[in-house]
């Protein structure tokens, strides 16, 4: 089946500094790939879809220029958490799409601890 | 605007025992349903999609557009069963998905 990884899958940083992770279709060319966050005991909440070549779009309430997405290529999206505080501490999920009409191919995650 | 529910947080049964996990839909459209799930320390992987009218691993799920539902079943439960379940809704012009906040399915020996 279909493969995304992640990296890193797990970062600590310092408040005030900026964090990227990297997310990767291994065998496909995913037009589309998508950006979740993850609470404790809690379901997946959608932050930003991104497509090849295009500026993401982001859910309401999410910040675009504290969460930059970017989608060079059909295999590659990043996305760089910028001036991290603790409260953006949480569990980062990509996952990626071949078409539109395509279930989505999940990575396994990253964890951010901002301290 | 599109949403998934699933009223219930938290199934818990004995193996053997059968088992729905709800899932009610709104959407004025022709909706694409997914039942997606994530085992302890994996990743969120599909279970199974409305157009495929699969079974996998014993579970089957029917799209019922008059009650806007799209439950997922299995007859007899097995204790590898117990992880979250999230039932997703993809639709429209974008097919942006959106998930219900899951359901955490419990088996007992």
């Known amino acids: 089946g279909a493969v995304v990884s992640q990296h890193p899958s797990w970062v600590i940083c310092k408040s005030g500094t900026s964090v990227k992770i990297e997310c990767r279709s291994l065998?496909?060319?995913?037009?589309?790939m998508f950006w979740y966050r993850q609470f404790p005991k809690q379901s997946l909440m959608l932050m930003a879809t991104?497509?090849?070549?295009?500026?993401?779009?982001?859910e309401q309430g999410v910040e675009k220029d504290k969460f930059l997405i970017n989608h060079a290529s059909l295999t590659l999206s990043t996305l760089t958490v910028t001036s991290a505080h603790p409260e953006d501490s949480s569990f980062y999920i990509c996952?990626?799409?071949?078409?539109?009409?395509?279930?989505?191919?999940f990575g396994p995650g990253t964890r951010l601890t901002v301290l | 605007a599109q949403r998934v529910t699933q009223p219930e947080k938290l199934l818990s049964v004995f193996k053997g025992a059968p088992v729905e996990l709800k899932c009610n839909y709104s959407?004025?459209?022709?909706?694409?349903l997914f039942w997606y799930v994530q085992y302890s320390r994996q990743r969120l992987q599909l279970l199974l999609r409305?157009?495929s009218r699969e079974s996998i691993k014993g579970f089957t799920a029917d799209l019922n557009k008059g009650e806007t539902s799209f439950h997922l079943k299995k007859p007899f439960a097995q204790e590898e069963d117990s992880a979250m379940y999230y039932c997703?809704?993809?639709?429209?012009?974008?097919?942006?998905?959106?998930f219900g906040r899951g359901t955490s399915l419990i088996v007992h020996p």
């Open positions: 997703a809704l993809q639709s429209g012009g974008s097919y942006i998905p959106t």
């Open positions: 996952s990626a799409r071949a078409r539109a009409d395509n279930e989505q191919f």
């Open positions: 959407y004025s459209g022709s909706p694409e």
């Open positions: 409305h157009i």
């Open positions: 065998d496909f060319q995913a037009t589309t």
């Open positions: 991104s497509n090849e070549g295009s500026k993401a779009t982001y």
